[in-house]
């Protein structure tokens, strides 16, 4: 593999509110898990540098507010990501059953280039305890009928399965930043900071 | 000889601290004789005087416990305390008694208060001069005035507001109350009738709504409404006064004719031209004046559309609203204390723009809190464009689907009341006002509820098999 520009590969963790987005990003990052549960407000990040197809890339985690009341804010952080991993709660059916609305509104925010094969990863956690509704078959079906997502079944209290998890949902984002740079050499990304993203008004719209 | 000048140049101060500090002690030792005695009569004429709460009915077979004949003692203060607190847990909530036992045993506790530090006096020999008394609700404390510049200082010359006299700084030491700035001779201290202020309007909770309410000189017996002195227009020494605040009569040494902006003019006519107000009047109107009670846009809608400058003020608090929910959750931001650092203790400015303080209002008619306002929307939003974090949380209009990130405080921009989601302003009147969004919520409540239906048809088959894989995975892991 030849040296690249881009070695940073951004990933969204989505999902309902303590299905346990944080607790995955913390024990994947810090290997710390806490009982405690702390609702996150908006949208924080965590990076870790990874070792992918013999390639050291950092991976820059955002977890992201599920309850309603914290999504306050946007989520222009979607655009430019390379890969989402749809969280839900095997003890919580209706956790699952949003995950539909969650990939539909994450593919309308990314707009990424082919949203048929954008990469996703679907984590059932909290297997760990005993009081299981989700099969794990219909999950399995669910991830089919999308486009054969890979899905993991998760504990973060226990760390099961998490950095497999995590290991796939690096080598995966690598490949689509990989097509990405098939299709365009320069990948445009989205620039937050750059000034004509400033809306002066209503004119600057390009449509 | 050079020092000995000095302390001759130095004499009239000395004296004149002398003679403060001993007519201080000799007042204190006077208090000191008579500790038990002192604080039993103070608390006995506090109950016949507050005409604002006479003791509730329910409470009268309670009376003998709670308040003391001349021979009151520590224990028995404790134990009317105690007795105090407990009737205040039995009592209803809201209720009247409950308000009364309140007060009266914060009241009890200040007495507590000063019987025990008379006796720290008595015991140590050494003369407490910041021993609080307490009085119909004031908390008085020595009025020492900010002596720096002692030409000022002599200038100035401070009224009683108990018998409207002058204070004789040289001479006379003076209580000033902590809450409401009653400032009373020390001689006058005991006969002091005013409810303090603070207390009225902690009751009140809201300045007085109604402009100027007034029942007339005959509905008030002719009678002062504090003092109860008999009022006659013929002579000047009791001409009755109107409070235009408080809408009641008084006599001059309660009306001191000043001038002061009245809340429900403002709230009504946004009038800001002063009016003459009683001495309670004003001390409530200023301690009412920097807090943020008024809902300005539900007591007088009419106002923001004839009031240019007051829309500017809410557009520009409501954009601040916006802008503190990305401050909130920007670490940054809170580092550097931005939201404190420019509102300081002016933060409801940006919490809502639905309420505003008097102080507030007036800045509003003199175009201050608009530039104002303007200067922190600058700071902010030079702060969150500049952040990467704020920045990563912006919105992208889903309709055109540009790069470009917006903001909802931004000018082009609007908001969907239901999702909150932004979009340019061209963008979603192209759509007729259609949010997207909202469409695909619905869509996916509609699904759900079809789903729920079809499954309810299909019977106890499928849910006998799902929960049979339920359980499967639950063996294999």
């Not at chain 2, 050494?126 to 307490?134: Q, T």
């Not at chain 2, 609203?321 to 509102?343: F, G, N, S, T």
């Amino acid at each position: 593999m030849a040296t690249r520009k881009k070695s940073l590969l951004k990933v969204i963790i989505l999902g309902d509110s303590s299905v346990g987005k944080t607790s995955l990003m913390n024990q994947y990052v810090n290997k710390r898990f806490s009982n405690q549960y702390k609702a996150t407000i908006g949208a924080d990040f965590c990076t870790k540098e990874v070792v992918v197809n013999d390639r050291v890339v950092t991976m820059q985690i955002w977890d992201t507010a599920g309850q309603e009341r914290f999504q306050s804010l946007g989520v222009a952080f979607y655009r430019g990501a390379d890969c989402c991993v749809l969280v839900y709660d095997v003890t919580a059916p209706n956790s699952f059953k949003n995950l539909d609305s969650w990939r539909d509104e994450f593919l309308i925010q990314a707009s990424p280039r082919d949203p048929e094969h954008f990469p996703f990863v679907v984590l059932g956690n909290k297997v760990d305890l005993d009081n299981r509704q989700v099969s794990t078959r219909r999950a399995q079906q669910w991830c089919q009928s999308k486009n054969d997502i890979p899905y993991y079944e998760t504990s973060a209290k226990e760390g099961i399965n998490v950095e497999m998890a995590f290991q796939t949902i690096a080598k995966n984002a690598l490949e689509q930043e990989a097509e990405a740079e098939l299709i365009n050499d320069f990948p445009d990304q989205l620039r937050l900071n750059s000034e004509n993203n400033r809306p002066s008004n209503a004119d600057n719209c390009q449509c | 000889m050079s020092s000995w000048r000095e302390s001759i140049t130095n004499l009239p101060t000395a004296v004149a601290q002398f003679v403060n500090e001993s007519t201080s002690t000799a007042s204190s030792y006077l208090n000191l004789s008579h500790s038990s005695s002192t604080v039993s009569e103070e608390s006995a004429p506090q109950h016949t005087d507050y005409k604002a709460l006479p003791i509730p009915a329910s409470l009268v077979k309670e009376q003998w416990r709670l308040i003391f004949t001349s021979d009151a003692n520590s224990q028995d203060l404790q134990a009317a305390i105690a007795h105090c607190r407990d009737l205040v847990l039995l009592s209803d909530e809201c209720s009247e008694e409950r308000r009364w036992l309140v007060r009266h045993l914060v009241d009890l506790r200040y007495s507590l208060q000063e019987l025990e530090e008379a006796q720290a006096v008595a015991n140590t020999d050494v003369v407490v001069l910041n021993a609080i008394k307490s009085v119909v609700g004031h908390h008085f404390v020595p009025h020492h005035p900010n002596t720096r510049n002692r030409l000022q200082a002599a200038a100035k010359r401070y009224y009683c507001d108990h018998c409207a006299g002058i204070i004789w700084r040289v001479v006379q030491a003076a209580y000033i109350c902590s809450d409401c700035s009653y400032l009373v001779h020390q001689k006058c201290i005991d006969s002091v009738q005013r409810v303090c202020a603070h207390v009225l309007a902690s009751d009140r909770q809201y300045p007085i709504a109604d402009i100027c309410p007034e029942i007339g000189l005959a509905a008030q017996r002719y009678k002062c409404a504090e003092c109860s002195t008999l009022l006659n227009f013929k002579n000047s020494w009791i001409e009755p006064r109107l409070c235009d605040y408080r809408g009641l009569y008084y006599c001059p040494s309660c009306h001191w004719n000043d001038s002061f902006i009245v809340p429900a003019r403002i709230v009504h006519n946004w009038d800001f031209t002063p009016r003459k107000v009683s001495r309670t009047g004003l001390q409530e109107i200023q301690l009412f004046l920097d807090k943020p009670l008024i809902r300005l846009e539900e007591e007088n809608p009419k106002l923001f559309v004839f009031l240019e400058k007051l829309c500017t003020v809410k557009k520009l608090r409501q954009n601040l609203v916006h802008m503190r929910h990305y401050l909130a959750a920007c670490k940054d931001a809170a580092e550097q204390k931005l939201v404190d650092q420019q509102l300081g203790r002016r933060r409801h400015l940006a919490q809502s723009n639905e309420f505003y303080s008097i102080g507030d209002l007036v800045q509003v008619e003199s175009g201050v809190l608009a530039e104002f306002l303007q200067g922190v929307f600058k700071v902010f939003g030079s702060h969150i464009r500049s952040c990467e974090m704020c920045l990563a949380k912006a919105y992208i209009c889903e309709i055109c689907s540009n790069n470009e990130v917006i903001f909802p405080f931004d000018d082009g921009c609007i908001k969907c009341d239901q999702c909150n989601s932004i979009y340019h302003r061209v963008c979603f009147t192209r759509k007729n006002m259609i949010c997207p969004k909202c469409v695909r919520i619905q869509e996916r409540r509609l699904q759900l509820q079809r789903d729920l239906s079809k499954q309810s048809k299909k019977g106890e088959d499928e849910n006998a098999e799902d929960s049979d894989s339920a359980l499967e995975p639950v063996d294999t892991t």
